[in-house]
DNA sequence: AAAGATTGACACGTCAATCTTA
DNA sequence: TAAGATTGACGTGTCAATCTTT
């Protein structure tokens, strides 16, 4: 409340508290353009477009719901909400694992591929232009270094 | 389902493959690890942080609504719902806006401050771990660098 | 007992509708 | 008519509880 900022303290640099609030900024910002996008156009949200694009990627379309998860990086529990509601719209299709009766496979459907072929070229279209219109070489390099670093720590799941 | 991979079109380069899949899980992760920590710590999202954060380095630790929500990135219904919940909590205060009687101004109370307070060490230490202790100078710059270009476009709201 | 998965209750963000003041 | 703000309904994610299979 008074003029300083015991809210911020020093042990960011200055240098480091600015590349933190444009970081946050775009953690705020960036999932919301790319969910209008993709709801609008088709429907999706940016999950339910990258769980499809994983499951299109597996061989006969097909994948454990606990490898899934891990591959989206999410939880069970989320990812078999979401296949829930792509099985209701006949995107997805659950099956029986024959090898393990307690697994559960997601298939995806033709429909589910069309929508997402469909989907996709309006969803790179806008990852472009939110993001490597504005890139050059270098800044895609960078990005995908200083992303990469944080991604070793989020496998760490505890501090 | 076949063998390659007609969803993610060759429209994004190799590298801009890698680097967009990589921010894709910073984007998935990140935000999840902070409001883990917040949360069991202090009981707050990182959306309340963010906005308890930008009442205290208002003069008189005050903000109309309107302001606020711009300055946070958000709707005036999410932030009045925030509020809302905040003030239930007694960390804020909705008080009159004197010069304009459609206004509303938010106060952080001082328990709100305290809570702030107390929660800013353990939050920056997760930042400092998740994001910073792991870049060099030259990776700080490139981060706010290329976080501050992509911003430049989320700030224009069409495509 | 642990792994795989499902379900229901709860919390939060969004959207549309609404109300008041300018 | 527009700006500032609030509210309620709805969709989605999280968490804990539960069930089955290993």
Redesign the interface.
């Not at 444009?22 to 999932?31: A, E, G, I, N, T």
């Not at 800044?139 to 989020?154: F, G, M, N, Q, W």
């Given at each position: 409340?008074t003029s300083d900022?015991?809210?911020?303290?020093s042990?960011?640099t200055e240098?480091?508290q600015?590349?933190?609030r444009?970081?946050?900024?775009?953690?705020?910002?960036?999932?919301v353009?790319l969910e209008q996008?993709l709801k609008h156009d088709a429907d999706l949200s940016h999950f339910d477009y990258?769980v499809?694009?994983l499951l299109?990627?597996a061989t006969?379309?097909t994948l454990r719901l606990s490898a899934l998860a891990a591959d989206a990086?999410?939880s069970l529990s989320r990812l078999s909400h979401v296949v829930t509601r792509l099985e209701q719209r006949r995107l997805v299709q659950r099956l029986q694992c024959p090898d393990e009766r307690r697994a559960t496979l997601a298939k995806?459907t033709d429909e589910g591929?069309a929508t997402?072929?469909a989907s996709?070229?309006g969803h790179?279209?806008?990852?472009?232009?939110?993001?490597?219109?504005?890139?050059d070489?270098n800044?895609?390099?960078?990005?995908?270094?200083?992303?990469?670093?944080?991604?070793?720590?989020?496998d760490n799941p505890a501090?």
């Open positions: 409340v900022d015991e809210n911020l303290p042990w960011l240098d480091e600015r590349a933190w444009c970081l946050v900024r775009v953690l705020l910002r960036l999932p353009a996008q990258w499809l694009a299109s990627e006969g379309g990086d999410a995806i591929l997402l072929v996709a070229p790179v279209a806008e990852v472009r232009y939110r993001v490597f219109d504005l890139l070489g800044d895609v390099d960078a990005l995908e270094h200083v992303c990469s670093k944080i991604l070793t720590r989020l501090e």
